[in-house]
């Protein structure tokens, strides 16, 4: 990696941002998914469920894991995880293929029925999530390495995270909420001179924001 930039050459030569490692399948992630606007209700939910289970743990601890997650939480079906009882709590501990935590499974459980509260509301939990997109004078002119490291959190993700725990979610800190934004495409923080900073700002700008 590049300490100055951030940037890290894969495979092909190419720069990207450096968090990916030239792992196959995190540079897959980063490449196709990561910063790509999402519109999804089922994706954004299932997104914000697992970096709630990656608190204390790395990413890709959770992205190796997301196929056992999903076989495991219906789809991350909103409506049906929402009707989980205290029984689905204990098959869910009983499964060595998910984070096995008490307390991270009982409030998947209890966000969904959240979410169907937001979506109800909203529409969708999509238009809910995306009315909090920042404008562009909540942004930096340039991301870059240094600008990712002093900003864990920013003053939107604050804001999401205390309207979200005002409404009875659990585990979405600001922390936890700003890497959501960044992976669903409200924010992008491909590094400059990133190979997908320009894919995903293209994306962007063609994206119909849902209302």
């Given at each position: 990696m590049d300490e100055k930039t951030g940037?890290?050459?894969?495979?092909?030569?190419?720069?990207?941002?450096?968090?990916?490692?030239?792992?196959?399948?995190?540079?897959?992630?980063?490449?196709?998914?990561?910063?790509?606007?999402?519109?999804?209700?089922?994706?954004?939910f299932e997104k914000i469920c697992l970096e709630g289970f990656q608190s204390g743990l790395s990413w890709l601890t959770i992205l190796r894991k997301r196929e056992n997650f999903r076989e495991a939480f219906a789809g991350f079906d909103i409506d049906k995880i929402a009707a989980f009882t205290e029984q689905d709590v204990e098959r869910l501990l009983g499964n060595a293929g998910i984070i096995r935590h008490r307390g991270k499974v009982v409030s998947t459980i209890n966000n969904a029925r959240r979410?169907?509260?937001?979506?109800?509301?909203?529409?969708?939990?999509?238009?809910?999530?995306?009315?909090f997109e920042p404008g562009p004078d909540e942004r930096p002119e340039i991301v870059d390495l240094a600008h990712l490291r002093a900003n864990p959190t920013t003053v939107v993700s604050v804001r999401i995270s205390k309207e979200l725990k005002k409404r009875g979610w659990s585990f979405v800190g600001p922390t936890t909420v700003y890497a959501f934004m960044q992976a669903m495409g409200l924010v992008n923080d491909h590094l400059e001179g990133c190979v997908c900073r320009e894919q995903v700002e293209a994306e962007r700008k063609a994206f119909k924001r849902p209302k």
């Amino acid at each position: 990696m590049d300490e100055k930039t951030g940037l890290l050459a894969g495979p092909d030569g190419i720069a990207r941002c450096f968090w990916h490692g030239n792992l196959p399948d995190y540079l897959h992630y980063h490449d196709h998914e990561w910063g790509r606007p999402v519109a999804d209700d089922r994706r954004l939910f299932e997104k914000i469920c697992l970096e709630g289970f990656q608190s204390g743990l790395s990413w890709l601890t959770i992205l190796r894991k997301r196929e056992n997650f999903r076989e495991a939480f219906a789809g991350f079906d909103i409506d049906k995880i929402a009707a989980f009882t205290e029984q689905d709590v204990e098959r869910l501990l009983g499964n060595a293929g998910i984070i096995r935590h008490r307390g991270k499974v009982v409030s998947t459980i209890n966000n969904a029925r959240r979410a169907r509260e937001l979506a109800d509301e909203a529409g969708s939990l999509a238009a809910w999530f995306w009315k909090f997109e920042p404008g562009p004078d909540e942004r930096p002119e340039i991301v870059d390495l240094a600008h990712l490291r002093a900003n864990p959190t920013t003053v939107v993700s604050v804001r999401i995270s205390k309207e979200l725990k005002k409404r009875g979610w659990s585990f979405v800190g600001p922390t936890t909420v700003y890497a959501f934004m960044q992976a669903m495409g409200l924010v992008n923080d491909h590094l400059e001179g990133c190979v997908c900073r320009e894919q995903v700002e293209a994306e962007r700008k063609a994206f119909k924001r849902p209302k």
